[in-house]
């Protein structure tokens, strides 16, 4: 398999997976979180005319995911994903069943699961051909399927943030809440910026979620491990690549904010 990262934040996440299927190799998108014309723009670097594509999958509806679902769909690339992303983007798509196998292109199957995130109907993948098997999990803050069975060559994963920083600056902020001389407007800000941080931590994977998650897998023929979706302010991209490599024995690469992967 050959990953190509276009983007991979929370203000935009897309992926190509040319998959290695039977002597052929069978390019899909995952995610389509970013305006179409870079989408397109990110395909032609990769040397991939929209026309390559076999099919797209989407984890959820958030815009950061699905952005242009819509557009994808209108160029004649197979959508699938949850019946809620569907009804929510009002997309042409194909519904995914929770655990059920869908085949999505010639040698292409996936096994769509349930992750916890903020969005109904949120999904991870395993996306199987008769070469290689992926699990894709984006957005979540865990899952409960149990993927034992499986033996991914390859992983991609959330690893939103690092839990000593998000849970410093919680206390931090509330520590400055209690000085009744705070100005109003920085009061109102420390608040927002509260919420902001414990959504991260009841609707995203952290650290160490993501090794307890790769723990649970059956890493033994895994090539490569790659991070996804990492905070701006709240992830340390060293650190977190470092021990979840350390945690698992196996090489672990990191999917960028603006595209790439290192």
Known sequence: MKA??????????????????????????????LPWREIISGMTKSGISVGDIQACLVTHYHGDHSKSIKEVAKAGIAVFTH???????????????????????????????????DAEGSLGFIIKTCDETILFVNDCKMWEA???GF????????????????????NELHKAL???????????????????????????????????????LDLSRCIA?????????????????????AATGVRTLVCKKKGGIK
């Open 4 to 33: 190509t990262c276009l983007a991979s934040s929370s203000a935009g996440n897309c992926y190509i997976l040319e998959l290695r299927n039977g002597g052929r190799t069978t390019p899909i998108l995952v995610e389509c979180g």
């Open 83 to 117: 019946r809620e992303t569907i009804n929510h983007c009002g997309a042409s798509a194909t519904a995914l069943e929770e655990m059920k196998p869908t085949k999505i292109a010639d040698g292409v199957w996936v096994l769509a699961f349930p992750v916890k995130h």
């Open 146 to 148: 149990n993927l034992s």
């Open 151 to 170: 033996k991914p060559d390859y992983v991609f994963i959330e690893c939103n943030y690092w839990e000593k920083q998000v849970y410093a600056q919680i």
């Open 178 to 216: 209690g000085d009744n001389s705070l100005p109003c407007h920085e009061r109102g800000e420390f608040k927002v910026k509260i919420k902001q941080l414990e959504r991260n931590v009841n609707a995203h994977m952290s650290l160490a979620g993501c090794i307890r998650s790769l723990k649970k």
């Open 225 to 245: 491990i790659f991070l996804m979706h990492m905070s701006d302010g709240n992830a340390n991209e060293y650190e977190m690549k470092t021990a979840v490599e």
